[in-house]
């Protein structure tokens, strides 16, 4: 099953709309038989990569998935019929898939199929692999990932705005690599202003996994221009706006950005939560946010991230810069315990830590 995990991180990031699954074929004699990970855009699945290796060794094996396998018929049939008329023995499965198509039928079709179903190994690693999956499944939205670069006293950048560069190569590599393994980056239109980012992948051998560039436009922002734009060939560009804007992205839009247009808030922006309700419709599972400070306020403040990425430097920029997340009006500390640390380790000399939701 760790070697299922593996292969269906290597695909996060590639597979939306449908999620990054693993899977490892074990012949009756207890050999790797074959694997397989969900294909570019969500086909093949995992499982059927996997028999299209296994040749005459599935008979009595044992396949390990990441989800369990899929129970409904489309214009082929689904993974779990297809590994019972394959002969597979036991199918152990990571964690239960709640789409209602499949939701404990793939394993009660395996099971009526006579194939031995087993749940739960590494169960909770199984769900942070495909926690964009079950987040659109049940949320409606993509899962929501914010990442913040940070000094010790919790500053974004100092008082003149300068934030370049406030980590470290290894850090920033780091970050693109948490790029490449989100199908979209969120900001908003203030930050492409300031930055001028490009907001793709730029680690060797992965330009190709540049997510899809989602930019909020709000009710008197300026439009990207810029690295955004002259990298239109490179990655997608969305851009989320209310219908008052959605005129003024024509030249934009006939470029090649894609116009998202989503329902306005009290103060003419696009309203987060059919905005991430929209991008989920879209197919996107995940999407890491990277600023700035005003959507991440908002979607703090709204309670909309479900995962904290924190890279922490040792510099300290006082009082006068530019603070990570702003106001969020709390006022008693047991409202303040929103996350937990999962995992941490040092980078250089700065260091990350993986938070998700407290329960």
Known sequence: MRTALALGRQALGTTWPNPAVGCVLVAANGLVAAHG?????????????????VGN???????????????????????ARKLAEA???????????PDPRTDGAGAALLADAGVR?????????????HAGHLCRVRLGRPQV????????????????????????PLARQHAHLLRARHDAILVGA??????????????????????????MIGAETPLPSGRLVATLGNAPLWLLVTAARRPDTRELQAAGAQVVEVAADSRGRPSLGPALATLGARGLTSVLVEGGQAIATALLWHRQVDAL??????????????????????????????????????????HVRFLERAP
């Open 309 to 350: 990425v924190w890279y922490g430097t040792d510099a300290v920029v006082g009082g006068d810069g530019l603070a990570a997340v702003g106001a969020l009006g709390r006022t008693a500390l047991a409202e303040t315990t929103d996350f937990r640390t999962v995992r941490a380790r040092r980078l250089g000399p700065d």
């Open 37 to 53: 990970v969900t294909g570019a855009g969500g086909r093949p699945h995992a499982e059927t990569q996997a028999l299209a290796q």
């Open 145 to 168: 990932t914010l990442k913040l670069a940070a000094s010790l006293d919790g500053q974004i950048a100092t008082a003149a705005g300068t934030s370049q560069w406030l980590t470290g």
């Open 87 to 97: 002969g597979i023995g036991r199918v152990v499965v990571g964690a239960r898939d």
């Open 117 to 129: 179903v087993t749940h739960g190994p590494h169960e909770d690693d199984a769900r942070r692999l």
């Open 190 to 215: 203030g930050t492409v202003l300031r930055d001028d980012p490009e907001l793709t992948c730029r680690l060797p051998g992965l330009a190709d996994r540049s997510p899809v560039r989602v930019v």
């Open 57 to 79: 060794r599935a008979p009595g094996g044992t396949a390990y998935v990441t989800l369990e396998p899929c129970a409904h018929d489309g214009a082929t049939p689904s993974c």
